[in-house]
């Protein structure tokens, strides 16, 4: 079966920084990506990991472990503008399969 | 480049109504995906197509739901009838091959 857990809810401070992980059981795996979803906006592409290691586009991060079923999302410098859900999803096969999502980590920046 | 496109935004109806969906991908997508998203959720695949050819459709409820895209390009989801259950915010997604899945506003629908 497919299982992508990550925390429902996070809450930071602006300026510091903040990691969402997110956990994996999938019948396969060919990438793992990250999505931010603006409450009543479409999921926008993040980043995208397929092999193990850190990959990184200016403030945003993100790492895998394939090994150990596990990806996190790092955020740097945070601004009011990223509370926002982040969407964890699996893509399980080659070519253009669809994504299995979990259910997204809601993410609120205070002052 | 226009992103993905879908009509209308926002639809209210009543249960057992018939409810249409429209979508317009990226140009040059050949890939179109069909997700839903319950509140607190994340997007679920109903129906995907390759060209005009649906190539995974095994999660969609085929007694009320159904989709097509005739001419490999835009495509449209109906529902009839629709129940209370329906309600979600439908999202339509497009891709070239092997590429990021780039979604669209989705339309929000409430089914009353």
């Known amino acids: 079966g497919q299982n992508i857990d990550q925390p429902t809810e996070m809450t930071a401070t602006e300026g510091a920084i903040v990691q969402i992980n997110c956990t994996y059981q999938t019948s396969g795996f060919n990438g793992l990506f990250w999505y931010q979803q603006h409450a009543g906006e479409a999921p926008t592409f993040l980043s995208y990991n397929v092999l193990d290691g850190l990959e990184e586009k200016g403030r945003f991060s993100s790492f895998l472990s394939r090994s150990k079923g596990y990806s996190y999302l790092l955020l740097k410098e945070l601004q009011m503008k990223d509370s926002a859900s982040y969407l964890c999803?699996?893509?399980?096969?080659?070519?253009?399969?669809?994504?299995?999502f979990g259910k997204g980590t809601r993410l609120s920046v205070i002052a | 480049e226009a992103g993905v496109v879908q009509s209308p935004r926002y639809k209210i109806i009543e249960k057992k109504q018939p409810v249409a969906f429209w979508c317009n991908p990226i140009?040059?997508?050949?890939?179109l995906y069909w997700y839903r998203q319950n509140l607190g959720q994340g997007p679920e695949l109903l129906i995907r197509y390759e060209n005009e050819e649906a190539v995974d459709d095994s999660q969609l409820p085929k007694d009320r739901f159904s989709a097509e895209r005739l001419k490999g390009v835009d495509s449209t989801l109906k529902i009839q009838p629709a129940e209370l259950g329906d309600s979600a915010v439908y999202l339509c997604?497009?891709?070239?091959?092997?590429?990021?899945?780039?979604f669209g506003p989705g339309t929000r629908l409430l089914v009353l």
């Open positions: 140009s040059g997508h050949n890939t």
């Open positions: 999803a699996v893509r399980e096969n080659s070519g253009n399969t669809p994504l299995v």
């Open positions: 997604a497009s891709s070239s091959p092997l590429k990021t899945q780039y």
